[in-house]
């Protein structure tokens, strides 16, 4: 687990000194066990920052091969690195190492670009070429890893982090009015993009060739993508096991660790299923750690709940206090000082607190994230089955009404819809026409790679959006960055590229159940977790790890959260932002929030608005695009 950036020119030694330093210096923060440079002083020159996992001795990079002809670079974790090693050394490769860097390396040696195809894990790793003057870039399945990169004055760049880039010459931080447009509305990043004009990411799930005496522009190629098309036919009973016997492995290989491991513990399907596989069929007894505010005053239920699953399987539990009150804004602008591009998830400020209490007893923590994702798991994703009926049940009508003005829901695919629904959304936002036109190439090419995976009922569509594009800029990041800054390492069995698959093909009655009773979400895992633990807890509706930090209540009525969206929108509107919609989302959340409605449809605009406005304020120097 760690940090890479690299540059590569016609003459590296023209690169200036700070340039050099801000490459280097913008990634430390994801790995200070260890440092590490090479260049060949003519055309590439490569960094690492290393937090140390496996092979704590000899896995320090950058690495080269026996032969010295490639020279790598990686950050993230191959988990099935000890059968790749042994499949590689029986097609003739020697080991000087313990680690799985070297199984990559070796890999690539015997099989070029195909190696991606074999690893399960977490990854974005660079390869040089000594002999073709060609630089191999790669990605993981659901780009857990991130890996960024630009092209400036005859010099390409890459790095863990667009913070690498801003004292580059040349480089300046112009923001995209589309690419904030489709975040606010979309929860992402486009295919590719980011948040800056000048600098792009390698989509998820692909590899690319640079070439020296080419253009500098990645010729980036999919290696794997989800399909949906392939529905299982079995039963129930099947299903269970095959996930089980899924889940179980993918634990397993996680565990891989040659530092202490621990789980983050809500005591909910996700992570109570984690570790009742860890204790009753792998033998491994994890720390598990919670946090909430759990008060006499305000107790907390997840909190109950944790404590007992853990009770129950004999597990050491811990509890994080985190008091919202006083520690939610207070400690944001250090939680958020790592973040490359906004976040639209307040959460990872308490997520930063729990990963720096876990970090003086394990490195390593394993998570459920993902599992929502996967299963059907926030609340109201029952309602997105329901709608999937009416809209199945008029798929005959498409064609006399593709010409209307009806519901797109009634007279297109659904991707199709989707995208159109989300122009729609942007016309009302007070955009200018070229972020629209960004933005609406950005939705139909979301449209594309759905309908391409086929993901044309309803849940599949939420499960497709939810892992490619909103998840990959959410709940991936806060796992990535705040935990490559408290220096641990979060794993996700469930994001187990196999276990992705599975969902995938998983009929829609084994994920939303019976929709007109209380079992609806999650059916399959909680089917499953009610063999561990008793029905009440394997059945109760969904809350989450720190379910009791109602920010919510203190957004409504703390007068400090006044004072911080105001410092938000004025942080927007002195670079041009228009921030009508924000503080119209603003109004109506605390209305709803003072009239007791629990879930207001103005809480993803609303969020929007304060996070982007806190994070253009530590970064003074954008612009917005003209």
Not at 62 to 69: I, L, T, V
């Amino acid at each position: 687990m760690c940090g890479i950036a690299g540059y590569m020119s016609e003459a590296v030694s023209a690169v200036p000194e700070k340039s050099k330093q801000m490459l280097y210096e913008a990634i430390l923060y994801r790995g200070k066990d260890a440092r590490g440079e090479w260049s060949d002083e003519k055309h590439v020159h490569l960094f690492h920052a290393r937090l140390s996992i496996i092979d704590l001795k000899s896995g320090g990079q950058p690495m080269q091969d026996a032969s010295g002809r490639f020279v790598i670079v990686f950050n993230g974790e191959i988990y099935n690195y000890r059968e790749l090693r042994e499949a590689y050394r029986k097609a003739g490769a020697k080991f000087q190492t313990e680690s799985d860097t070297e199984v990559i390396l070796e890999g690539y040696r015997l099989k070029g670009a195909r190696v991606c195809e074999d690893l399960n894990g977490m990854f974005a790793f660079a390869i040089w070429d000594t002999l073709k003057k060609q630089l191999f870039l790669a990605r993981d399945r659901l780009g857990k890893k991130p890996l960024f990169w630009t092209s400036i004055g005859g010099l390409f760049c890459f790095a863990s982090t667009l913070d690498s880039f801003r004292e580059m010459h040349g480089w300046r931080s112009i923001l995209s009015p589309g690419a904030i447009l489709f975040q606010n509305l979309a929860g992402s990043f486009a295919k590719g993009g980011t948040i800056y004009t000048q600098s792009y990411a390698l989509p998820p799930a692909c590899h690319a060739l640079v070439n020296l005496d080419g253009d500098f522009k990645p010729k980036s190629e999919a290696y794997w993508r989800l399909e949906f098309r392939q529905k299982s036919r079995h039963k129930l009973p099947e299903l269970l096991e095959e996930y089980e016997a899924l889940l179980s492995d993918s634990i397993n290989i996680r565990l891989r660790s040659d530092v202490p491991v621990a789980l983050t513990f809500s005591g909910g399907v996700d992570s109570g299923t984690i570790a009742c596989i860890a204790a009753r069929k792998l033998g491994r007894q994890l720390a598990c750690y919670t946090v909430d505010y759990h008060t006499v005053e305000d107790p907390s239920e997840e909190t109950h709940n944790a404590r007992s699953v853990a009770g129950q399987l004999n597990l050491p539990w811990h509890y994080v206090h985190f008091d919202y009150h006083r520690q939610l804004l207070d400690e944001l602008a250090n939680a958020y000082q790592f973040y490359d591009q906004p976040c639209q998830q307040i959460a990872l400020t308490y997520s930063c607190c729990l990963y720096e209490a876990i970090k003086p007893f394990a490195t390593v923590i394993l998570s459920g994230n993902g599992a929502d994702e996967l299963f059907t798991g926030y609340v109201g994703d029952e309602k997105i089955r329901m709608k999937g009926w009416g809209i199945e049940a008029a798929r005959w009508l498409r064609p006399l009404l593709r010409n209307s003005s009806v519901s797109p829901y009634l007279r297109m695919s659904l991707p199709d819809a989707y995208a159109e629904g989300l122009m729609a959304s942007a016309g009302v936002v007070g955009a200018s026409e070229d972020a629209l036109a960004e933005f609406a190439s950005s939705a139909r090419a979301l449209a594309e790679e759905a309908l391409e995976s086929g993901a044309e009922s309803a849940l599949d569509l939420k499960m497709f959006v939810s892992l490619r594009y909103s998840g990959v800029d959410s709940n991936f990041r806060i796992a990535d960055i705040s935990g490559m800054a408290a220096q641990v390492e979060v794993r996700s069995p469930f994001l187990d590229y196999r276990m992705v698959e599975f969902a995938a093909r998983l009929p829609d009655q084994y994920k939303v159940g019976n929709v007109f009773s209380a079992a609806k979400n999650k059916f399959l895992p909680k089917r499953y977790y009610e063999r561990h633990v008793p029905a009440n807890i394997a059945w109760s509706q969904k809350k989450g790890l720190g379910w009791n930090l109602r920010w919510d209540r203190s957004i409504a009525t703390d007068p400090a959260f006044t004072v911080a969206f105001d410092r938000a929108w004025q942080t927007m509107d002195g670079i041009g932002i228009d921030t009508g919609h924000f503080r119209a989302a603003w109004k109506g959340y605390v209305e709803d929030v003072r009239g007791g409605i629990e879930f207001s449809s103005h809480a993803r605009a609303m969020m929007n608005g304060l996070m982007l406005g806190s994070w253009l304020s530590r970064h003074p120097e954008a612009a917005l695009a003209s």
